[in-house]
């Protein structure tokens, strides 16, 4: 019992017991075996014949016998394949000898042949066709020509003549084949003639049907052939089936992708439905449900009603549905898990950080991991910092994983408070760039974004020697390595690089600029970039006005003011850095006076581009505060405030600003000087075209009283209602003016 458990277990390690016999038969003559060798056939020979053995172990107990090359294994194989009383011994045999020869062709011996011929008689179909097969796999003409003599003899039965037939069948490229199937055309007996048609038909693209005679002329030419002739013939025969297998197969293909595709369509579109009619109380049970389904369509579908949900409602998923998300994360396909991670990467919860990382340990798809780390870069998770590490520092991790666990890290590096977490980020990105150093640029980019991300000055060297590449994709990364540590010694490279044909290194050195910059070179260079002749992406110019305000910002108050002149060429930038500079001062104390400045140049601006209605704004807080400090340059400001109104398209509120202005008139020069701003407007062209603006404004203007500004107030109100009524009489009836 010992012995035939060791070789049970041998049997079932065939792929190594297999050498292992070889390497013993060829020590002596094959017929020379030994009696420890003799013992091995028998146990061999139980395990095959033992009623109780699977059908998987009987395979290994026949490969076992047939890898020994001696008289005794053959002799045994013979035995074997005689066993009637056990066809199931006899089949495991057949299928194996057919499949060892096409291996190794040299094993199949002549004795094999009569047994395999006396099967072909078997009642069991299956084992007359297998053993058919194996016959099939016999080289030369022998065992052709005792399956042809087989099939002609009248007195055998007819199942086994087919059957050899069947065995000749897969052959017809071999003419010593094709010899003896036009052999059987003549025995007379339609069963074996119809059969012979059969096999022929595929050794000829033509089809001659059961038109015997064309069969037989078709051999007379094709028997003359010169070997290389008919092998050359077949060959193109294969080929010419070859292709319209493959034709046929791309027909049924799409097809097949056709029907799927509508099938996958009506189902989500009823899935849809039914989870539009669904109560919103079960809807999570619902999304659960489906996410468990064992139809990829189902949870496909449910996956994207969950994205949709996200995007339309802000609704995350959460409880049971959440939890159904996370199991697919394990055992299903690629695709499933990278639809998976695309939802879950934006849940800013723990449980998924957990479940990431626990997959992260399993999986061995390169798109899934690659997937994985992008998601653990958006969690934005320390957690994930230990991982992100160990895929750098593995040698063995393909690029691209290694590419994204890089840009992951730089992402989360910031949010690690533990310095020998952070010190042994440096070490493993320090020691990875070194290995990359000869390598393309994207991944050295990759490991300069992480090490940006980490921001440690150790990184000082990789930086400055990176960020004078010639290559954009590092370039972008190094500029944000120099400026994650401060560091200025490169500030006039990038200068330079403000420049660059690429927009995303401009992008960056512009921001770096921006944020590192001192001195007047890096003011200038951010004024430059703000032309729209000169840079003409608006991300850029938007970066540069940035870095502009920025450095400005660290400047005394006057200089602000003053810099403001640099951008009379651009109207629209100055008018906006006048106003952001007006809302910083005036949440200063004791910077009044300058903002008293910078609102007179904000008006003045605005004034000049006719924008009145904005002017109005600024004036008025000018005015405001002179009139407080009862300032002589009050009525000036409240002379150009009223203008500003006047021409204002909004609504008219003049007479409370004249009486105010009035009030404030040091004599009849204040007063006449208020008149006289008034009797311009009313005397312009552009009022003169506004009927109705005129009439309102001179309604608005008579609530006045008559003493604010003397006769001469009144004198002019009268004058433009009269001028009024006549323009209105020549275009016939109109209201009457108040006042008049």
């Given amino acids: 019992m010992l012995r035939k458990f060791v070789w049970t277990t041998l049997a079932s390690l065939v792929g190594l017991s297999a050498p292992f016999a070889r390497s013993q038969i060829t020590e002596g003559p094959p017929d020379q075996a030994t009696r420890d060798q003799l013992a091995q056939l028998q146990n061999i020979r139980e395990g095959i ?70 099967l072909l008689g078997a009642e069991a179909g299956d084992l007359r066709a297998t053993a058919g097969e194996a016959l099939a796999e016999f080289p030369g003409a022998d065992v052709p020509a005792r399956l042809g003599a087989l099939a002609a003899q009248a007195d055998a039965p007819l199942t086994k003549r087919l059957a050899a037939i069947d065995a000749l069948a897969p052959n017809t490229h071999r003419r010593e084949v094709v010899g003896q199937l036009i052999n059987l055309l003549d025995v007379g007996a339609p069963e074996i003639t119809e059969r012979a048609v059969n096999a022929l038909e595929s050794a000829t693209p033509a089809t001659f049907g059961p038109d015997l005679e064309r069969w037989r002329q078709w051999w007379e030419q094709k028997s003359r052939l010169s070997e290389e002739a008919w092998l050359a013939e077949q060959l193109q025969i294969y080929r010419d089936r070859s292709r319209r297998v493959a034709e046929e197969f791309q027909t049924f293909r799409e097809s097949s992708r056709r029907e799927h595709s509508a099938i996958t369509a009506r189902t989500r579109s009823y899935q849809r439905e039914l989870f539009r009619a669904v109560n919103g109380d079960h809807r999570d049970a619902k999304l659960a449900e489906w996410l468990d389904d064992p139809l990829p369509v189902v949870k496909f579908t449910a996956l994207s009603i969950i994205k949709a949900g996200i995007a339309d409602e802000g609704k995350r998923p959460e409880g049971q549905v959440l939890v159904a998300l996370l199991g697919l994360l394990a055992g299903e396909t690629p695709q499933m898990r990278c639809e998976v991670l695309d939802i879950i990467q934006n849940l800013n919860d723990p449980a998924v950080v957990d479940a990431v990382l626990a997959r992260l340990t399993q999986e061995r798809d390169p798109t899934t991991r690659h997937a994985i780390f992008r998601a653990l870069g ?35 590096a910031a949010r690690s408070p533990e310095e020998e977490t952070l010190q042994n980020a440096v070490a493993a990105l320090k020691t990875r760039y070194r290995m990359e150093a000869e390598k393309g640029p994207a991944m050295r980019a990759a490991l300069l974004t992480a090490m940006a991300g980490v921001a440690d000055g150790a990184f000082r060297p990789e930086f400055l020697e990176a960020v004078e590449s010639d290559k954009a994709t590092i370039l972008g990364a190094a500029i944000r390595g120099v400026l994650a540590i401060s560091d200025t010694s490169k500030l006039p490279r990038l200068r330079t690089l403000m420049a660059h044909s690429d927009l995303l290194v401009r992008l960056a050195a512009t921001e770096a600029v921006g944020e590192l910059g001192r001195e007047e070179a890096d003011v200038e260079s951010l004024l430059t970039r703000l032309n729209p002749t000169i840079e003409a992406n608006e991300l850029a110019r938007e970066a540069a006005w940035r870095g502009f305000c920025r450095l400005l910002g660290n400047r005394p108050v006057r200089d602000r003011i003053e810099a403001a002149r640099r951008l009379r060429n651009q109207p629209d930038l100055e008018l906006r850095y006048l106003e952001q500079l007006a809302d910083t001062l005036s949440t200063v104390n004791g910077e009044t006076a300058y903002l008293e400045i910078v609102l007179d140049r904000l008006a003045t601006a605005l004034i000049a581009q006719a924008r009145y209605q904005e002017a109005v704004g600024h004036l008025r807080a000018l005015f405001d505060m002179q009139c407080t400090r009862s300032d002589p340059e009050a009525l000036a400001c409240g002379l150009r405030l009223l203008e500003a109104v006047l021409r204002s398209p909004a609504e008219l509120q003049v007479a409370a600003l004249v009486q105010q202005l009035a009030a404030t008139a040091g004599d009849d020069t204040d007063k006449a000087a208020i008149i006289e701003t008034v009797a311009e407007y009313l005397a312009s062209p552009e009022l003169a075209t506004d009927k109705e603006r005129a009439r309102t404004l001179l309604a608005d203007l008579s609530s006045v009283p008559a003493d604010t500004l003397g006769e001469a107030w009144t004198r002019l109100l009268k004058q433009a209602a009269r001028r009024l009524e006549s323009s209105d009489a020549n275009m016939g009836p109109s209201p009457p003016v108040p006042g008049n």
């Fill in 378 to 412: 958006k969690l934005d998770s320390p957690v994930a910092i230990p991982a992100l590490i160990g895929e750098i520092a593995n040698p063995e991790s393909l690029p691209d994983c290694v590419r994204e666990a890089a840009i992951a890290l730089g992402q989360v």
């Fill in 49 to 118: 014949v033992d009623p109780d053995a699977r059908p998987e172990d009987r395979r290994r107990w026949v490969e076992l016998l047939l890898s020994y090359n001696s008289t005794h294994a053959r002799t045994l194989v013979v035995e074997l394949l005689g066993l009637a009383e056990q066809a199931e011994v006899q089949g495991a045999l057949c299928r194996v000898i057919a499949e060892r020869a096409r291996e190794a062709p040299e094993r199949l011996d002549a004795a094999f042949v009569g047994p395999l011929v006396d």
